[in-house]
């Protein structure tokens, strides 16, 4: 029996970040540890804290189609306030921003200070505006994407730079919604999707974004724009230390893209959808090699335990470690699973266990009727894609899989 097991006070957990990942975590420490269960099992005593910068869950996979469909936007953001066991009075809910993890505690930005004995960080990666949200709160989400709609609806002319899956999406709900305007993507590579995706599933894409009615300039790098948009002079090895992704706009109105070619490309609205940031300097541990945080993430064990025997009690999953080459939400998930499960065994004196690796996929949904999925090796074909996709572009279903409207049931481990 570990240490904590033995003392009087309760062992404290700390979910740094509850989307996706830290949610799913949250679900399973709660099932082992905190649901109730008619055995006479003795269970030590529990503390669990949920950290997030936002009072609710997103399902950012929608996050496309919800800012050209505000209505149905609206629905991605469920709060935590009404998700009934995260109101156990075992459980803390603290919204705050991570500004530092040490090894035995994570500081927020209002000067507050959470030890714990586990930690299991899960705090995505950063991405622009208006991918990247900024707002802290359901009310603000939903004035900042009637904002970006606005702008949207407004162009009549929207051109959106970088080929990867964030901007195939966009343009695809764009055209798709707004049928009348010209949409524009523009990708400095020959062909979009970047990854490790087969070209036959990239010409597929490009079919069916010209299917769409999205015009498609390839091969074509924007080298300015005039006005600038504010992450044009954003330094990127300033990480979090400079303004976070979330609060750079990426929008620009009647702008003019000047190509490499010498090209010029002039948009009512153009969108740059370009990389994303990781949050590996938020960490502080002394104890760990600086290769465990590459630009992928965090390197992690098959136990999801940071990649650095010192530490032990601190885990990551999701799109912050450096689990799968594609960031995934399902990915995520499963990365949280095991790394609840296993923070539960270690409290228990039970053996750790390893999860599995999953190959590469990706399932762009470009627009309401046109998906494209590639799983390790193989491309599927429209219709067996097309029993798969959900007309919610998953929310239900991520509903469900996070137990947001249910009481999850208790688990014993052995
Ligand atoms: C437009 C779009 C479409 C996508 N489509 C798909 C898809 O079809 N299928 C799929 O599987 N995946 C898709 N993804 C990827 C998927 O959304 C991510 O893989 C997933 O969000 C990762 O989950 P996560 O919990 O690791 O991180 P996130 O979902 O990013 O959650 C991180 C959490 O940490 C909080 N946080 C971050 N920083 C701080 C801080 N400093 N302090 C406090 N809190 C903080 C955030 O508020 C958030 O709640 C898509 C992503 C986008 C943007």
Same mark, same amino acid.
């Given at each position: ?7 009087a ?5 700390v979910?740094?970040?509850?989307n996706?990942a830290g949610?799913?975590?949250m679900q ?10 008619? &055995?006479?099992?003795q ?10 910068q936002r009072?609710?869950f997103?399902?950012c996979i ?11 936007g609206?629905?991605?953001w ?5 998700v009934?066991?995260?109101q ?10 991570v500004?530092?993890?040490?090894p035995n ?8 200070t959470?030890a714990?004995?586990y930690?299991?960080i ?6 622009f505006? %208006? ?12 004035d900042?994407i009637?904002e970006t709609?606005?702008r ?6 929207v051109a959106i730079?970088?080929?990867?899956a964030?901007?195939?999406?966009l343009?695809? =709900?764009?055209k798709s ?10 990708? *400095?590579?020959?062909? %979009?999707?970047?990854g490790p ?5 990239r010409?597929?894409?490009?079919d ?5 009615g999205?015009d498609?300039?390839l091969g &074509?790098?924007?080298?300015?724009q005039? %006005?600038e948009?504010?992450d044009m ?7 979090m230390? /400079?303004t976070?992704p979330?609060?750079? $706009?990426?929008?620009? *109105? ?6 490499? *070619?010498?090209?010029?490309i002039? !948009?009512?609205?153009?969108?740059? /959808?370009?990389?994303?940031? @990781?949050?590996?300097?938020l960490?502080h541990?002394p104890?760990?090699?600086n290769?465990?945080f590459?630009? =992928? ?9 940071i990649?650095?025997?010192a530490?032990p009690?601190i885990y990551?999953c999701?799109d912050?470690?450096?689990? !799968? ?7 995520g ?7 609840a499960? @296993?923070?539960?065994? *270690? ?8 999860g ?8 762009l949904l470009? $627009?309401?009727?046109h ?5 390790? =090796? &193989? ?6 894609t097309?029993?798969h996709?959900?007309?919610?572009m998953?929310?239900?279903? /991520?509903?469900? /899989? ?13």
């Amino acid at each position: 029996m570990s240490p904590s097991v033995k003392s009087a006070e309760a062992i404290k957990i700390v979910v740094a970040g509850g989307n996706y990942a830290g949610l799913n975590a949250m679900q399973h420490l709660y099932s082992i540890l905190l649901a109730s269960n008619n &055995e006479s099992i003795q269970r030590p005593s529990i503390e669990i804290t949920l950290i997030d910068q936002r009072d609710g869950f997103v399902h950012c996979i929608g996050l496309t189609r919800g800012l050209t469909e505000p209505e149905f936007g609206a629905n991605l953001w469920v709060p935590y306030s009404t998700v009934s066991w995260l109101q156990h009075p075992s459980i803390r809910l603290v919204r705050g921003t991570v500004t530092e993890i040490t090894p035995n505690a994570v500081h927020l930005s209002s000067g507050q200070t959470v030890a714990f004995d586990y930690l299991i960080i899960a705090l995505g990666l950063s991405r622009f505006a %208006p991918i990247g949200l900024r707002s802290s709160t359901k009310a603000e989400y939903i004035d900042e994407i009637a904002e970006t709609h606005t702008r949207i609806q407004a162009a009549q002319t929207v051109a959106i730079v970088g080929g990867g899956a964030v901007g195939i999406e966009l343009a695809a =709900d764009v055209k798709s919604d707004f049928p009348d305007k010209q949409v524009t993507l523009i990708h *400095s590579r020959a062909l %979009p999707v970047p990854g490790p995706f087969k070209d036959e599933f990239r010409h597929m894409v490009v079919d069916i974004l010209k299917e769409i009615g999205v015009d498609l300039v390839l091969g &074509e790098r924007v080298i300015a724009q005039t %006005p600038e948009s504010e992450d044009m002079s954003y330094n990127t090895t300033k990480e979090m230390n /400079c303004t976070p992704p979330e609060l750079v $706009g990426t929008m620009s *109105s009647d702008a003019e893209l000047t190509l490499a *070619s010498g090209r010029t490309i002039r !948009a009512d609205l153009a969108i740059r /959808c370009l990389g994303t940031l @990781n949050k590996s300097s938020l960490l502080h541990l002394p104890l760990a090699a600086n290769d465990i945080f590459g630009a =992928d993430g965090i390197a992690v064990k098959d136990t999801m335990q940071i990649d650095c025997d010192a530490y032990p009690h601190i885990y990551a999953c999701g799109d912050i470690s450096s689990r !799968a080459l594609v960031k995934l939400a399902g990915v995520g998930m499963y990365g949280a699973f095991i790394a609840a499960r @296993n923070v539960a065994r *270690s409290i228990l004196s039970l053996p750790l266990e390893d999860g599995e690796r999953y190959p590469p996929q990706l399932m762009l949904l470009m $627009g309401k009727d046109h998906f494209a999925l590639q799983l390790g =090796d &193989e491309i599927w074909e429209k219709e067996r894609t097309r029993e798969h996709v959900h007309e919610d572009m998953g929310l239900r279903r /991520c509903i469900e /899989c996070l137990s947001l409207h249910k009481e999850p049931e208790y688990v014993r481990l052995d």
